[in-house]
């Protein structure tokens, strides 16, 4: 019985005395401490990662984010002359909860613009835009493009990929 158990005990000794070796190497690979605890803005790495579908660095949405909140900050009547968007964040929840009305007519002044916005799009497109809610005409834009992927902004964008494959399966008939 002795010898069932003496190469597995000898096994598992050796493999004890090993691990403090292993973990010494592992520790001694890892990256300094600072390198890892850098924040996320301040790496260089950070400037390349998108945002919004690819079309805006972490940079570019800050700065967006800034202008959307001066905009806020604007039409509630604060300052915003050296803030940062933390800061203007604060002052305008403050500014949203104090003044409840103010807020709900800003949101219904943006919301028709986005439906004025969809309506025009609409229009290009040859949807008819009466009656219809914002979601309605998204949707029905969303339709027309075949789904996610496929949409492109402009009628003649989508004319112009119509000709592209037409001419793409005539030079395909033409070479056989």
Do not use: C
């Amino acid at each position: 019985m002795i010898k069932k158990w003496f190469i597995p005990a000898v096994a598992l000794a050796v493999l004890f005395s090993v691990a403090p070796v292993w973990a010494a190497k592992s520790v001694a690979a890892l990256p300094e401490a600072s390198l890892v605890v850098q924040h996320p803005k301040e790496s260089d790495l950070d400037s390349e990662h998108k945002h919004h579908k690819g079309k805006m660095t972490r940079k570019d949405f800050e700065a967006y984010r800034l202008e959307k909140l001066k905009e806020l900050a604007t039409y509630f009547g604060i300052q915003t002359d050296g803030k940062n968007a933390d800061q203007l964040k604060k002052e305008v929840e403050a500014a949203k909860l104090a003044n409840k009305d103010k807020w709900e007519a800003f949101k219904a002044e943006h919301q028709a613009k986005r439906l004025e916005h969809l309506r025009k799009i609409a229009e290009e497109h040859g949807i008819k835009t009466e009656g219809k809610s914002s979601e309605q005409l998204r949707e029905e834009l969303y339709n027309l493009h075949g789904g996610k992927g496929k949409r492109p902004h402009r009628l003649e964008d989508h004319d112009r990929a119509i000709e592209d494959n037409d001419d793409k399966q005539k030079e395909k008939k033409n070479q056989v």
